[in-house]
């Protein structure tokens, strides 16, 4: 939803706040994986139970996400490679979070709080994922009330105010309705194609 609302303006606005990002010719790929590196350092802090400290590389992990297709469009590189190797890091950065919270909450033998954060996990994936698949046969399929953005303002507020079994609630609760209505929106579109594609065969017969 966040993306969804920012739209194109959110290239203005890394502009005018980050204007050093293009005295350079960055590498857009090369941000990307710096800043999937840098949320791997966050897991790891959260598997140690360092919160505030995962919570601060996530939010500095979150600028390289956010930047590099800005700086991308900027030079006119933006790619078919770029935008997979961005997707697939995305969903790498948003499991091994999870899985660091999953090996803190086991290691501190909280069962209740590892299938909380499995939980999360799972439902991250699925938004991800129905997205991904629905978009092989509906274009433009954007719908969801609890997309990428939200779930890392969410999880990084909650490592960092010590409130991350909410969080994780929020998370769950939230990713769980966006597939729903994705779920929702897929079966109503794809419903629709094929009786746009049923109907000349019927015409004919």
Not at 112 to 139: C, I, Q
Request: charged content about 15%; some cysteine; hydrophobic content about 55%.
């Amino acid at each position: 939803m966040i993306k969804s609302v920012a739209g194109q303006r959110l290239d203005a606005v890394i502009h005018r706040l980050f204007p050093f990002l293009f005295y350079w010719r960055l590498d857009p790929n090369a941000l990307t994986v710096v800043g999937a590196l840098v949320s791997v350092a966050a897991a790891v802090a959260f598997a140690q139970g360092r919160f505030a400290l995962a919570g601060c590389l996530m939010l500095f992990g979150g600028f390289f996400d956010l930047v590099d297709g800005v700086v991308a469009r900027h030079q006119g590189t933006s790619s078919r490679f770029g935008a997979f190797l961005d997707a697939t890091l995305d969903r790498l950065s948003d499991m091994v979070l999870l899985l660091g919270i999953c090996v803190y909450y086991a290691t501190v033998r909280e069962p209740g709080h590892v299938a909380l954060a499995g939980a999360a996990l799972l439902v991250s994936v699925l938004v991800s994922y129905s997205k991904a698949r629905a978009e092989l046969v509906v274009p433009g399929f954007s719908i969801g009330l609890f997309e990428r953005g939200e779930r890392v303002a969410v999880l990084a507020a909650g490592a960092l105010f010590g409130v991350l079994v909410p969080a994780l609630w929020l998370i769950t609760a939230g990713s769980t309705i966006t597939v729903a209505q994705r779920f929702a929106l897929a079966y109503r579109e794809m419903e629709r194609l094929d009786r746009a594609e049923q109907e000349p065969l019927e015409t004919t017969r």
